[in-house]
Nanobody, 121 residues
Framework: QVHVKESGGGLVQPGGSLRLSCVVS????????MGWYRQAPGKQRGLVAT???????NYVDSVKGRFTISRDNAENTIYLRMNSLKPEDTAVYYC???????????????WGQGTQVTVSS
């Protein structure tokens, strides 16, 4: 079994900051791409940022310059530092890990349960 657990969400005022964490644990052989996605009410889940095992990073345009994704391979953990938060950043933030559970398995996507981020005055 694989477990993906996010933490760090909450209520913050516009212009504020939050740091999200995601830990992947369980039957892990190799983790490829890890990332953060978000889903606002009435909208589809969409990409926020991804990071590969070698550190290649990708951001959606709307968060560039405000959000920073980082990764600790030794701890199977990623972080998302969110600065200058806007009301439109309000969403449930989900962690995703594309990983293999054994040498011979294929890569599969695993998702966490999500953590709520609300930006409001």
């Amino acid at each position: 079994q694989v477990h993906v657990k996010e933490s760090g969400g909450g209520l913050v005022q516009p212009g504020g900051s939050l740091r999200l964490s995601c830990v992947v644990s369980g039957d892990i052989f190799w983790i490829g791409i890890m990332g953060w996605y978000r889903q606002a009410p009435g909208k589809q889940r969409g990409l926020v940022a991804t990071v590969t095992s070698t550190g290649t990073i990708n951001y959606v345009d709307s968060v560039k310059g405000r959000f920073t994704i980082s990764r600790d391979n030794a701890e199977n953990t990623i972080y998302l530092r969110m600065n200058s938060l806007k009301p439109e950043d309000t969403a449930v933030y989900y962690c995703n890990a594309d990983l293999k559970t054994s040498r011979y398995s294929t890569f599969n996507d695993y998702w966490g349960q999500g953590t709520q981020v609300t930006v409001s005055s």
